[in-house]
């Protein structure tokens, strides 16, 4: 009889690490929010941390998105002792 595997869930590197992006991308969304003038003109007229944390929302959001669209299947005890 065939079961259905158990995923990782919360526990995939994938997960983890798309939150730990999402989470310094809402800090440098906030700072490049509020930038002003001055630190504008050090980046040559960019504001640097509103591309970037834009950028990397974008990269959380595809890596949280991959998981769960392609879980990682993880094996039952008994399946892992066999093999």
Do not use: C, Q
């Not at 504008?40 to 007229?45: I, M, S």
Request: charged residues 15%; aromatic residues 8%; hydrophobic residues 55%.
């Amino acid at each position: 009889m065939a079961k259905n595997p158990g995923t990782a869930g919360a526990f995939d590197i994938r997960t983890i690490i798309g939150l730990l992006f999402g989470i310094y991308a809402v800090v440098l969304i906030a700072v490049g929010a509020t930038a002003g003038a001055e630190d504008v003109v050090k980046t040559d007229g960019i504001n640097i941390n509103l591309w970037v944390g834009i950028g990397m929302l974008v990269f959380a959001a595809a890596l949280v998105g991959w998981a769960r669209l392609r879980p990682i299947a993880v094996p039952d005890g008994d399946e892992a002792h066999e093999s």
